[in-house]
């Protein structure tokens, strides 16, 4: 199975500066990468589509790139309503895969 | 709008069964996948398979391969998960997910159900 390997696993940020989180696949993807937020006792809500299509809604502060292996997500201009757990998400093949997650704490 | 709303929480003991539904609303239910995701508690979270609601073809985590059933009603719009030979690791949120592809390969997923908490525990 597909292994993905999200980075860091935390981080603490203050509001309005910029947020990086990575994730890299075992094996080339292609595009089909997708990002979600989970907040407190709240169900996962998809960010990002197919490694940088925006999701309908979603704040174009956020946003999405890469492919193959490699892939990133940023976070522009962090808000405090953005404290979440950040997790990316393989479709490329079955099994579907999840990275660990990346936590993002607001200073 | 596109809804998932799930059952309740559970508890039930080592060995025995539970079956979560997801009732579907605000879309064409046949046109597209669930996808069932679990998450224990504090942890990541862990795909379980998919369901097509046009056909109820299948595709299982090989972890759970023998243990689990995902089926659909469509005179409802319901999908069912059943896990059977409960362990203590079963403890988790169990989600479900529109899956955007119809196909067994799926895709991504949105709508999220509210989540079900299945509590494991003699």
């Known amino acids: 199975e597909i292994v993905l390997t999200q980075s860091p696993d935390f981080q603490s940020v203050t509001p309005k500066e910029k947020v990086t989180i990575t994730c890299r696949a075992s094996q080339s993807i292609g595009s089909s990468l997708h990002w979600y937020q989970q907040k407190p006792d709240q169900s996962p809500k998809l960010l990002i589509k197919?490694?940088?299509q925006s999701f309908s809604g979603v704040p174009s502060r956020f946003s999405g790139s890469g492919s193959g292996t490699d892939f990133t997500l940023t976070i522009n201009s962090l808000e405090a309503e953005d404290a979440a757990t950040y997790y990316c998400?393989?479709?490329?093949?079955?099994?579907?895969?999840f990275g660990g997650g990346t936590k993002v704490e607001i200073k | 709008q596109v809804q998932l709303v799930q059952s309740g929480a559970e508890v039930k003991k080592p060995g025995a069964s539970v079956k979560v539904s997801c009732k579907a609303s605000?879309?064409?239910?046949?046109?597209?996948?669930i996808s069932w995701v679990r998450q224990a508690p504090g942890q990541g979270l862990e795909w379980m398979g998919w369901i097509s609601a046009y056909n109820g073809n299948t595709n299982y985590a090989q972890k759970l391969q023998g243990r689990v059933t995902m089926t659909t009603d469509t005179s409802t719009s319901t999908a069912y998960m059943e896990l059977r030979s409960l362990r203590s690791d079963d403890t988790a949120v169990y989600y479900c997910?529109?899956?955007?592809?119809?196909?067994?390969?799926?895709?991504?997923?949105?709508?999220w159900g509210q989540g079900t908490l299945v509590t494991v525990s003699s």
């Open positions: 605000g879309y064409t239910f046949t046109s597209y996948g």
């Open positions: 197919y490694a940088s």
């Open positions: 998400h393989q479709s490329s093949s079955l099994p579907h895969t």
């Open positions: 997910a529109r899956d955007s592809s119809s196909g067994p390969q799926g895709g991504w997923f949105d709508p």
